[in-house]
């Protein structure tokens, strides 16, 4: 079974729905981090969280938010979801700050 | 964050060697190079890091050099499997609890490499 998995792996929505992205880690690591990738323009960092209770805004949070159920579970929601929101998100986690392990990817399309 | 360049793109033969260049001019001394990859369809994949000193694993070699302004990822036999775009970022918290960049990848573009059988 794959270390880290995320859920859907595919959806198209429409604009305006609220849509929730999860991510789940049997690693045991303490920090978990949301990248959004567009052609050209490689990952960028969304939100990351050292532990359950400390979360943190990365370079491009606006229109998105997160919650951390559990030590192993990361969620990303889009409240109103828009059509430049479509893009290939990926979950990562990490023990501190040592080399990252992501997630297969959700492909999002907002119509 | 300092900034890597890299080639867009590279091509290679299967079961050769290929050399992947990465510039980093503007390193810090406590910046340690890191090194991606990601293959079609699936999400990143770390592939090895260092600071100084050359570094080996079971994936590839890092060469970095003696000024630290640039280093090379080799791969020392390529197969088709190791076609992907392959990202060289610099860090400067690895391995640090609290580190001051919380352990944010930044990546850039990367170079596509091509692997022909």
């Known amino acids: 079974d794959a270390d880290v998995t995320q859920t859907p792996r595919n959806r198209i929505t429409k604009t305006g729905k609220r849509i929730m992205l999860e991510c789940s880690q049997t690693k045991g690591h303490d920090r978990m981090y949301w990248y959004r990738q567009d052609p050209g323009l490689g990952l960028r960092l969304i939100y990351y969280?050292?532990?359950?209770?400390?979360?943190n805004k990365g370079e491009i949070s606006d229109g998105y938010s997160v919650s951390r159920q559990a030590q192993a579970k990361f969620s990303l929601s889009l409240e109103s979801a828009i059509p430049n929101q479509t893009a290939l998100y990926f979950c990562?986690?990490?023990?501190?700050?040592?080399?990252?392990?992501f997630g297969p990817g959700t492909r999002l399309t907002v119509t | 964050d300092a900034k890597t360049t890299q080639p867009n793109s590279m091509e290679s033969n299967e079961e050769e060697p290929v050399h992947l260049p990465c510039n980093h001019s503007t390193i810090s001394g406590t910046d340690y190079i890191h090194w991606y990859r990601q293959l079609p369809s699936q999400g990143p994949e770390y592939v090895i890091h260092g600071l100084t000193s050359n570094v080996n694993n079971r994936m590839a070699s890092l060469a970095i050099a003696e000024d630290r302004k640039s280093s090379t990822l080799i791969l020392h036999r390529a197969t088709l499997r190791d076609a992907a775009v392959y990202y060289c970022i610099l860090r400067d918290d690895y391995g640090r609890a609290g580190g001051t960049s919380y352990g944010k990848l930044t990546f850039g573009q990367g170079t596509i490499l091509t692997v022909h059988p």
């Open positions: 990562a986690t990490s023990v501190q700050g040592d080399e990252q392990y």
């Open positions: 969280s050292f532990d359950v209770k400390d979360i």
